[in-house]
């Protein structure tokens, strides 16, 4: 194992020291420090020095070379984790150490992002794009921790980088900027949230009617091969070249048992796949944790292109609960969206990874954290099928891994049913049924205007393997559910747990306002409600 240490340059401190200011300015009267907003306010000032303004241009010149400190850091860890000699690592601790360098080098591409002055965005983009490179960096951790192989971080660029430290620091100081330009009449004239006219560039308007309009696909797979391809990597991959502008890409896969992994990379955007129908289009797969696989890459498929849609399909991981984590679908995807689909697996089934997703009429089947991950997440009028676990196990819904305070992130279930599945039916009374547990300090999880079944325990919440630390932190929330296991009587006592009865305090979790700039949702064509 190499174990070179990776040092922060001194020439680089230097640097940072003419780029950024400590500085106070006057809102309202008051007079704040930026440095005392974040949670490592020592490291912020160490690469400041102290200067007084009350320029708005100044103040988001001065956010966004915090975020440029930020991004350094993250490119020499990258840099660090490529040049490491992995040759004596165990073949596990290789898988690990893979998942890394990949995950550093998504970091590097979202920090850039917030930063980049060609690309069109707002602080509610930079902030979700922050969450994202911080979710990254735990995913590269948890890769050696659930291996239980913690000491090849002990001495590595993993955790002397302290790049945590830097990525937290950035979104306390975006969130101070936006509470500020947000206080202000003037920005408020200027600024606004997320509109029609600020989509991607790749959210064309003319997806508005995409469901509505006769689908004439790009390309067709086919497994009896009447279609262009008979696999769907296939199709994916020559998606790349036969596309021509940003326009939306749409292949059309045919009824079949298709038994593949496919992964649509960050470079694909605007790609959407549609079959004909739940069960009817199935995409399959059976890795899973146990052989040596981590979670991250166990999935069947797996998207982290932005724009990406599917509808009337199913994603299935076969492998069985015996087997452990084991993911149907991974979306690391901005601005997804799923219609008309089905999730099947058993623990970890659904991996809403990272950025904003929105599910519709969807189905989905699990019995351990099997709604899990660190996305913006709404699932909308969608059914929630618990199923049999092992003798030895409890089933929770959810798992959200919000690891601070100010990342916009969290899972929302909205007017949806979550009821036993048909082999958990006849046993139910046998397994106890959580709505989530707190996979992360900050985890945040809202239940609201939906069905609950009577196989939810009374409790509803479970900690994390009996930890309690994350109790005061997260926010568990349950809104105006109905059904025999929808009784908020008995449940859990944690400061974090909160039965909502304001609608207004509800409605900060509906699709309008959760996932901020919701207008990408009504240009796929797919039916939403933006409010309660």
Request: charge should be neutral.
């Given at each position: 194992?190499?174990?070179?240490?990776?040092?922060?340059?001194?020439?680089?401190?230097?640097?940072?020291?003419?780029?950024?200011?400590?500085?106070?300015?006057?809102?309202?009267?008051?007079?704040?420090?930026?440095?005392?907003?974040?949670?490592?306010?020592?490291?912020?000032?160490?690469?400041?020095?102290?200067?007084?303004?009350?320029?708005?241009?100044?103040?988001?010149?001065?956010?966004?070379?915090?975020?440029?400190?930020?991004?350094?850091?993250?490119?020499?860890?990258?840099?660090?984790?490529?040049?490491?000699?992995?040759?004596?690592?165990?073949?596990?601790?290789?898988?690990?150490?893979?998942?890394?360098?990949?995950?550093?080098?998504?970091?590097?591409?979202?920090?850039?992002?917030?930063?980049?002055?060609?690309?069109?965005?707002?602080?509610?983009?930079?902030?979700?794009?922050?969450?994202?490179?911080?979710?990254?960096?735990?995913?590269?951790?948890?890769?050696?921790?659930?291996?239980?192989?913690?000491?090849?971080?002990?001495?590595?660029?993993?955790?002397?980088?302290?790049?945590?430290?830097?990525?937290?620091?950035?979104?306390?100081?975006?969130?101070?900027?936006?509470?500020?330009?947000?206080?202000?009449?003037?920005?408020?004239?200027?600024?606004?949230?997320?509109?029609?006219?600020?989509?991607?560039?790749?959210?064309?308007?003319?997806?508005?009617?995409?469901?509505?309009?006769?689908?004439?696909?790009?390309?067709?797979?086919?497994?009896?091969?009447?279609?262009?391809?008979?696999?769907?990597?296939?199709?994916?991959?020559?998606?790349?070249?036969?596309?021509?502008?940003?326009?939306?890409?749409?292949?059309?896969?045919?009824?079949?048992?298709?038994?593949?992994?496919?992964?649509?990379?960050?470079?694909?955007?605007?790609?959407?796949?549609?079959?004909?129908?739940?069960?009817?289009?199935?995409?399959?797969?059976?890795?899973?944790?146990?052989?040596?696989?981590?979670?991250?890459?166990?999935?069947?498929?797996?998207?982290?292109?932005?724009?990406?849609?599917?509808?009337?399909?199913?994603?299935?991981?076969?492998?069985?609960?015996?087997?452990?984590?084991?993911?149907?679908?991974?979306?690391?995807?901005?601005?997804?969206?799923?219609?008309?689909?089905?999730?099947?697996?058993?623990?970890?089934?659904?991996?809403?990874?990272?950025?904003?997703?929105?599910?519709?009429?969807?189905?989905?089947?699990?019995?351990?954290?099997?709604?899990?991950?660190?996305?913006?997440?709404?699932?909308?009028?969608?059914?929630?099928?618990?199923?049999?676990?092992?003798?030895?196990?409890?089933?929770?819904?959810?798992?959200?891994?919000?690891?601070?305070?100010?990342?916009?992130?969290?899972?929302?279930?909205?007017?949806?049913?979550?009821?036993?599945?048909?082999?958990?039916?006849?046993?139910?009374?046998?397994?106890?049924?959580?709505?989530?547990?707190?996979?992360?300090?900050?985890?945040?999880?809202?239940?609201?205007?939906?069905?609950?079944?009577?196989?939810?325990?009374?409790?509803?919440?479970?900690?994390?393997?009996?930890?309690?630390?994350?109790?005061?932190?997260?926010?568990?929330?349950?809104?105006?559910?109905?059904?025999?296991?929808?009784?908020?009587?008995?449940?859990?006592?944690?400061?974090?747990?909160?039965?909502?009865?304001?609608?207004?305090?509800?409605g900060k979790y509906s699709v309008g306002s959760f996932l901020i700039g919701n207008s990408w949702i009504p240009e796929t064509g797919v039916p939403f409600s933006s409010g309660l």
């Amino acid at each position: 194992m190499d174990t070179r240490i990776f040092l922060f340059p001194a020439f680089l401190a230097l640097k940072f020291l003419l780029l950024l200011n400590l500085y106070s300015v006057v809102v309202h009267g008051a007079t704040t420090s930026i440095c005392n907003q974040t949670p490592y306010p020592e490291l912020c000032n160490s690469f400041m020095v102290s200067t007084t303004t009350s320029n708005e241009n100044q103040f988001i010149g001065l956010r966004d070379s915090a975020i440029s400190v930020t991004l350094d850091r993250a490119e020499q860890t990258y840099h660090a984790i490529s040049a490491m000699d992995v040759s004596s690592f165990e073949e596990r601790a290789k898988s690990a150490w893979a998942d890394c360098l990949e995950l550093y080098e998504d970091s590097v591409d979202k920090i850039n992002r917030s930063i980049n002055p060609n690309i069109q965005k707002n602080e509610n983009d930079i902030q979700t794009w922050l969450s994202a490179a911080l979710t990254d960096h735990q995913t590269c951790k948890n890769g050696f921790l659930d291996f239980n192989l913690p000491s090849y971080l002990n001495s590595s660029p993993f955790t002397a980088s302290n790049i945590s430290q830097f990525l937290v620091n950035s979104l306390a100081i975006n969130k101070a900027t936006s509470a500020t330009l947000l206080s202000s009449e003037k920005n408020l004239k200027g600024r606004r949230l997320l509109s029609h006219d600020d989509f991607p560039e790749w959210m064309l308007v003319a997806d508005r009617k995409l469901l509505q309009e006769a689908r004439k696909p790009d390309l067709v797979v086919a497994k009896d091969g009447s279609g262009d391809y008979m696999t769907i990597m296939e199709a994916v991959t020559a998606s790349v070249k036969r596309r021509s502008g940003s326009g939306r890409f749409k292949i059309y896969v045919k009824r079949g048992v298709y038994k593949e992994n496919v992964e649509i990379t960050k470079s694909m955007r605007n790609l959407m796949l549609f079959g004909d129908g739940i069960d009817a289009t199935v995409v399959t797969g059976s890795k899973y944790f146990q052989d040596g696989t981590t979670t991250f890459r166990t999935a069947t498929f797996a998207t982290s292109g932005d724009g990406f849609m599917a509808t009337d399909m199913t994603f299935e991981n076969t492998a069985g609960p015996q087997n452990h984590q084991a993911v149907a679908l991974k979306s690391a995807a901005d601005f997804s969206v799923f219609y008309r689909c089905s999730f099947k697996g058993y623990q970890d089934t659904l991996y809403v990874y990272s950025l904003r997703q929105f599910y519709r009429n969807c189905d989905i089947y699990g019995t351990v954290d099997f709604i899990f991950g660190n996305a913006a997440a709404v699932f909308q009028s969608c059914k929630i099928y618990v199923r049999k676990p092992m003798n030895n196990q409890f089933n929770t819904v959810t798992a959200q891994h919000r690891t601070d305070s100010n990342e916009y992130t969290g899972i929302v279930i909205h007017d949806s049913i979550i009821t036993a599945a048909s082999d958990l039916k006849a046993v139910q009374g046998s397994f106890k049924t959580y709505l989530g547990r707190p996979w992360g300090y900050y985890s945040r999880t809202v239940v609201m205007k939906s069905s609950l079944d009577s196989l939810i325990s009374p409790l509803g919440w479970t900690p994390w393997d009996g930890v309690s630390s994350t109790l005061s932190n997260l926010y568990y929330g349950e809104y105006m559910n109905t059904g025999s296991g929808a009784s908020t009587g008995g449940r859990v006592k944690w400061p974090g747990y909160h039965v909502i009865t304001s609608s207004a305090e509800a409605g900060k979790y509906s699709v309008g306002s959760f996932l901020i700039g919701n207008s990408w949702i009504p240009e796929t064509g797919v039916p939403f409600s933006s409010g309660l």
